[in-house]
C-alpha cells in the first residue's frame, strides 16, 4: 500500500490522544512528556529584582557585584526593595530555576517538572507560587508558619548586580510533613529523572536519600550538582552518603577542585578528577555514572575524557553569568527526560546557558531556538 503524502490518524499509546501524521514523522512526544516526569527538590526562593541607587547600597553596606546571605542588617531590605522601587518578580533558587529551564526548553505540555520545597505563608510565597504557576512548573510546596518565603533580592545599578538571598523557609522542609505524604510520594513515584542540587544537603538529608534510594531500585536516573564548593568541604559526609546513587553528578571547575582535593584524588586535572568521580562506588551496577563539569567559557569535560566546546559569545553580550549553571542543568535535563543521547543534552546545556547570559537573571524569550 502506497501511503506517500498521505495523511492518517492513530491514537498516541502513551496519553490515547488523536495524533494527526504524515506517515514518514510519526513521534510520539508525549510519552516523553507527560506531566510529573522530571522531579526536583530544593531551595525555593522568590527572586525580587529592581534597580536601585547607590544610597540604598550603602545604607545596607552592599557591594555593587556580590553574592551575600543576609544578615540581621539586611531583613528590612527586601520590604523596603519592594516600597521604594520597581521589583519584578521570579521563581528562583537553584534546582526550581533548572527545572524552570528545563519545562521552558520542553514547552509543551506543562507541568512535565513537579518540584519540591518549603515556604511560608505569606505575600512573598503567594507570589511565588503564581510565579511557579506561570513558568508552568508543578510546585508542591510545603506551607509553614515558622519562617518567611526565602527571598533573594537583585539590586541592579548600571551593569552591576548585588545579590542578597534571605533562605528562611528554604531551611524547614520536612520529609515527614511533605516527601512522606501519600499524594506527594505519587508525584515521587511518576517521574523517571530526578535532580536535586547540592544545596539541599544543608536542608534535609533524610528526604534526599528517600528520593535517590527509590530511584537506584526502580532503574531511574538521580541527578546531584556539587553546587558551591563548602559542600564539597562542610558538608562532605552528607554528600557522600548520597554520592552511591547518583547517576548525573554536575559541578564546575571550582567545584570540582575542592571535591577532589577533600576526596583525596591527588590532582587539579578536570579530567582525571571527572574520572575519578565517575569510579567511586554506585549501589546501581547497570547504569554508569555520568560526570558533567563545566568551566566557563572553556570546553564542559565529561567522564570519561570527552570535551564539548561552549557556544562562542561576544564579551559585551553578556549581561549576568548568574544562573548559568542553573540554566545549563536546565537545558542537559530537557533532553535528558526525552532519552536523548549525551552529545544532545550538553547542547541542549550550552544553548540554555548561552541564552541566560545574555538576559539579565534567571529569565528567557516566550520560546526556545533549539533543536
Not at 503524502?5 to 498516541?12: A, D, E, Q, R, S
Not at 570546553?299 to 545549563?328: C, H, Q, R, W, Y
Not at 541564552?355 to 528567557?364: D, H, Q
Request: proline share 4%; net charge negative; glycine share 6%.
Amino acid at each position: 500500500m502506497h501511503f506517500l503524502g498521505f495523511t492518517h490518524k492513530i491514537f498516541c499509546p502513551g496519553c490515547h490522544c488523536l495524533l494527526m501524521f504524515h506517515w514518514k514523522k510519526l513521534t510520539f512526544p508525549c510519552l516523553y512528556f507527560s506531566p510529573n516526569t522530571l522531579f526536583g527538590m530544593g531551595n525555593p526562593l522568590l527572586d525580587i529584582s529592581a534597580v536601585v541607587d547607590k544610597d540604598f547600597l550603602d545604607k545596607y553596606t552592599l557591594k555593587p557585584n556580590d553574592q551575600i546571605l543576609a544578615e540581621d542588617k539586611h531583613k528590612a531590605l527586601f520590604e523596603e526593595l519592594v516600597k521604594t522601587f520597581k521589583v519584578e518578580y521570579h521563581a528562583g533558587g537553584a534546582t526550581q530555576n533548572s527545572i524552570k529551564i528545563a519545562q521552558w526548553m520542553i514547552q509543551e505540555p506543562h507541568n512535565v517538572g513537579t518540584f519540591f520545597g518549603c515556604i511560608g505563608k505569606d505575600k512573598f510565597g503567594e507570589i511565588l507560587k503564581q510565579k511557579a504557576e506561570e513558568a508552568h512548573i508543578d510546585a508542591h510546596y510545603y506551607e509553614q508558619n515558622e519562617e518567611p518565603t526565602g527571598t533573594c533580592a537583585a539590586c541592579i545599578t548600571g551593569d552591576n548586580r548585588s545579590l542578597v538571598a534571605n533562605l528562611a523557609a528554604a531551611n524547614c522542609y520536612k520529609k515527614d510533613k511533605h516527601l512522606d505524604l501519600e499524594e506527594n510520594w505519587k508525584l515521587v513515584e511518576k517521574a523517571k529523572v530526578y535532580y536535586i542540587a547540592g544545596f539541599f544537603l544543608t536542608v534535609s538529608l533524610e528526604s534526599i536519600l528517600k528520593v535517590a534510594k527509590h530511584a537506584s531500585e526502580n532503574n531511574k536516573l538521580f541527578c546531584l550538582n556539587l553546587s558551591a564548593p563548602f559542600i564539597c568541604q562542610f558538608f562532605k559526609d552528607n554528600l557522600m552518603q548520597v554520592l552511591p546513587y547518583v547517576d548525573v553528578l554536575f559541578g564546575n571547575e571550582t567545584e570540582a577542585a575542592a571535591f577532589a582535593k577533600e576526596q583525596d584524588f591527588q590532582t587539579e586535572d578536570l579530567k582525571e578528577i571527572a574520572k575519578k568521580a565517575q569510579a567511586l562506588p554506585k549501589v546501581n551496577k547497570e547504569r554508569k555514572r555520568i560526570v558533567v563539569l563545566t568551566q566557563g567559557k572553556d570546553e564542559t569535560v565529561m567522564a570519561l575524557s570527552k570535551t564539548f566546546p561552549v557556544l562562542k559569545i561576544d564579551p559585551k553580550d553578556i549581561v549576568d553569568t548568574n544562573g548559568a549553571g542553573d540554566a545549563f542543568v536546565g537545558g542537559f535535563l530537557s533532553e535528558l527526560v526525552q532519552d536523548k543521547s549525551l552529545d544532545q543534552c550538553v547542547k541542549a546545556a550550552h544553548y540554555a546557558a548561552n541564552v541566560i547570559i545574555r538576559r539579565a537573571g534567571c529569565t528567557f524569550p516566550e520560546k526556545p531556538d533549539f533543536s
